[in-house]
């Protein structure tokens, strides 16, 4: 098996068990008894074990290599990942959400870096339709998830099946790619230990498009229910169309990238999304709404692999280390966005709640000049 292949697969595969995590989300929640707002905090326990991450990430990449840090990221997520769904209480949920942010913080890195590596040492770019199949995955396992929740099957168990799963397999196809050595930070670094301008722009640019999907994510379904009070399938047929189109346009994406200089084609895109949340949110019928989402989807869907390449290859100091703070930065976006969106929308409305993401996208949009640094 190719080194490409292998990395999709891996691609593929990893989200399974997060994908099938967000649907039980409101099982959880219901169990435990939370409100919103407590349960909005207690999610914020992921994006601070990623936060946690950042400061070890790229030491332990540039100690292991690329082969040794998916074997241990990947065994870490698949093992500390299904621990939220078993919670009993309001502190071991927010606890065991950190120990799972630490370990899908080091799986992520692990994913990137090596497709970094990858790419760097093939002549196909695969970095956009990488993150195509990580789209995917999160689809499936949203399904997967779905499933055993109509049959009933307890949060915790499904989540433990699906890792149990996907373990062998999984850490099988990493142990297939060529273990590639991930160079330590460059002594000349200016700015010693905090990442240079450049990579902050790059990482803030990331943490727009990751805002904005992490939210849709937990929240378009409520909004349509809310506002156009359609059926629980109409609902979630426009998540559906987001996450197609953001798979669509993330397949797309090395070929956009090979015609397109990297800021013009990041420009529109953030234009796209801009000019897509606000037909999805103002819009008074279901079918512009669907359009409205699918141009969301769409223009956001590549920002996250463009960002990932742009860091990859700035000077000073490692590529891990560069791809290690744009990850958790990024990943922080994704995860912090929902409970963000669901504080403002508990004081005003989900229409409001979901225009917060106003700001997200125009930074996005700010600052797509600096892929090209």
């Known amino acids: 098996m190719s080194d490409i292949r292998a990395v999709r697969l891996i691609f593929l595969m990893q989200?399974?068990?997060?994908?099938?995590?967000?649907?039980?989300?409101?099982?959880?929640?219901?169990?435990?008894?939370?409100?919103?707002?407590?349960?909005?905090?207690a999610l914020i326990g992921m994006p601070l074990g990623l936060l946690a991450a950042l400061s070890f990430g790229s030491k332990i990449a540039e100690a292991l290599g690329t082969r040794g840090l998916l074997t241990l990221g990947l065994g870490a997520y698949?093992?500390?990942?299904?621990?939220p769904a078993f919670a009993t209480s309001w502190f071991a949920l927010f606890l065991s959400l950190v120990f799972a942010g630490v370990a899908m913080a080091i799986a992520q890195l692990s994913l990137n870096v090596t497709a970094t590596e990858v790419e760097a040492r093939s002549d196909r770019l695969i970095m956009n339709g990488c993150h195509g199949y990580w789209s995917v995955g999160v689809l499936i396992g949203a399904a997967l998830g779905s499933v055993m929740a109509e049959f009933q099957v307890p949060p915790g168990y499904s989540l433990l099946l699906i890792a149990v799963v996907c373990i062998f397999p999984m850490l099988s196809i990493a142990r297939l790619i060529s273990d590639y050595a991930v160079p330590a930070t460059g002594a000349s670094e200016k700015n010693g230990k905090w990442p240079s301008k450049a990579l902050i722009s790059i990482s803030l640019f990331g943490f727009g498009v990751a805002t904005t999907e992490g939210a849709m994510a937990d929240w378009l379904a409520v909004f349509m229910t809310n506002i156009h009070v359609v059926s629980p399938g109409m609902a979630g047929a426009s998540y559906t169309i987001f996450a197609l189109f953001i798979a669509i346009g993330r397949f797309s994406g090395d070929k956009l990238k090979a015609r397109l200089e990297v800021s013009v084609l990041a420009r529109y895109l953030a234009g796209i999304a801009i000019v897509g949340l606000t037909i999805a949110l103002f819009s008074p019928v279901i079918w512009a709404t669907y359009l409205g989402v699918a141009m969301l989807g769409l223009g956001i869907s590549i920002g996250f692999p463009l960002a990932v390449s742009a860091a990859g290859v700035l000077p000073g100091k490692s590529s891990a280390g560069n791809v290690a703070i744009l990850t958790q930065i990024s990943l922080c976006g994704f995860l912090l966005g929902p409970p963000v969106i669901g504080f403002v929308a508990e004081a005003t409305d989900i229409r409001m709640g979901l225009a917060a993401l106003y700001p997200a996208l125009i930074l996005t949009f700010a600052l797509a000049r600096s892929l090209s640094r």
């Open 15 to 41: 989200p399974l068990v997060l994908g099938a995590w967000f649907p039980r989300i409101p099982q959880v929640q219901e169990t435990i008894g939370l409100g919103e707002g407590a349960l909005a905090i």
């Open 78 to 83: 698949l093992l500390t990942m299904p621990l």
